[in-house]
C-alpha cells in the first residue's frame, strides 16, 4: 500500500533547531513508518488554503491562533476576515484533516471572542480534534459547541534529548543548598501568569524558596520587568535564554518544584517534561485534571494559598492531593492511533 503524503502545519522554526522539538519527533517517527513529510511554513492570508496547495493527503494544524489573531486588533480584524473566507471557500480535496488543539485561546488572552468565532468554523470543516488528555474532550466539545464524536483522544509522545551534560544549578545560579528550588521553564510570554505569580511568591515572604525562571522572552516590557524584581530580590532568578535541550535533565531533576501559573492552557509540553522526569508541579487551578501523585494545585495568585502551599511542600501532612495518573505513551503507539484516522 502506498503510503500517504502528510502535512505538518504551521511548522515552528526556533533558534535552537529547525523545528519544535515535539514536531521534530513526531515526524520521524512518521517517517520510520514510511510516511512522507513535509514541513509546511506558515503562510498569512488563507492559511488553511495554502497547506492544502501542497500535494498531501493527511494535514496535521498545529498552533492555528497565529490564523486568525495578532497582537495588534487590526491585523487580527484583517486575519480574521481573510480566514473565515478561507474556511468558507476552500476545497478538501479529499485530504483528511486533524487539529491538534493545544490551548482553547491565546496565552494572553487577547480577542477571545474573534478567535473563539474562527475556532467554530474551522473545528466544524476538519475531520478530527485530537486532544492530549480525557479530560480535555468535554471541555473542547463545550467551547466549540460540537459533537464529541469528532475530538479523539492521543496523549502527547515522549521528549527525548540526543545529548545531555550536567549542569549544578546551584554553582551556575548561586543559590545556597540551604534553599528549595521553584522552577518556571520554557518560553517567557504574557498569558503564563508569571508576573503574577512573582506578585504572589513575593507577598509571601518566603525564604527558604527561590524561583529560577529559566527561558527566553520575546516581550521586552515582560522581560523589563521580571529583570526588575530579580535585581532587586535575591530570591528570583531570571536566566533570559533558550536553554539548550542537552541541559532541560537537569534543570528537572535539580529542582524541588516546577511551576505552572498559566492562566490558559489545555496541554503543556513543560508539564509532559516533568512527568517524564518525575518532578512534582505546582500549578494553577486551570490544572487540575492534569497533575499526579504528589503535585500541588491551588490559586497561585492568592498569596494565602500560595503560603499554604508552599508550607505543606516544605512540611508534608499526608494530604497532599492524588489526581488520576496521567500516561505517557511511547511515539510509536502515537503513530498507531493516528494511523487510525485516515489509512
Partial sequence: MTKKDIGIYPWVENEEEKGDTHQILFKAELQKKGYHVKKLIYKKGFP?????????????????????????????????????????????????????????????????????????????????????DKSHVQK??????????????????????????KVNLNDRYRIPTSKRILLFFGNVRKGKGIMEFI?????????????LIAGKSIEQDLSGGIKDHANSNENIIFDDRFIPDSEVECYFQQTDRLVLPY?????????????????????????????????MVGDLFDPRVLSQLLDLISFPTGKEAIFSNNTIYSWEEVISDFEKLFN
Fill in 48 to 132: 488553511i488554503s495554502n497547506a492544502i496547495n501542497q500535494q498531501i493527503d493527511v494535514l496535521i494544524l498545529d498552533w492555528v491562533h497565529s490564523f486568525y489573531t495578532s497582537p495588534r486588533f487590526f491585523f487580527t480584524v484583517i486575519k480574521s476576515i481573510l480566514g473565515i473566507i478561507d474556511l468558507a471557500t476552500f476545497d478538501k480535496k479529499g485530504i483528511v484533516i486533524i487539529w491538534n488543539m493545544h490551548n482553547l485561546s491565546r496565552h494572553d488572552g487577547k480577542y477571545k471572542v474573534i478567535e473563539r468565532f474562527c475556532f467554530k468554523y474551522l473545528a466544524r470543516k476538519v475531520n478530527f480534534i485530537r486532544v492530549f
Fill in 199 to 211: 506578585k504572589s511568591f513575593l507577598e509571601v515572604k518566603s525564604e527558604k524558596w527561590v524561583l
Fill in 263 to 295: 492562566i490558559n492552557t489545555l496541554n503543556s509540553g513543560v508539564l509532559l517534561l516533568a512527568k517524564a522526569f518525575g518532578t512534582p508541579v505546582l500549578a494553577n487551578e486551570n490544572f487540575h485534571e492534569l497533575v499526579s501523585g504528589n503535585d
Fill in 140 to 165: 473542547v466539545a463545550k467551547y466549540l459547541n460540537i459533537g464529541i464524536e469528532k475530538i479523539i483522544f492521543i496523549p502527547q509522545g515522549p521528549y527525548f534529548f540526543k545529548e545531555r551534560t
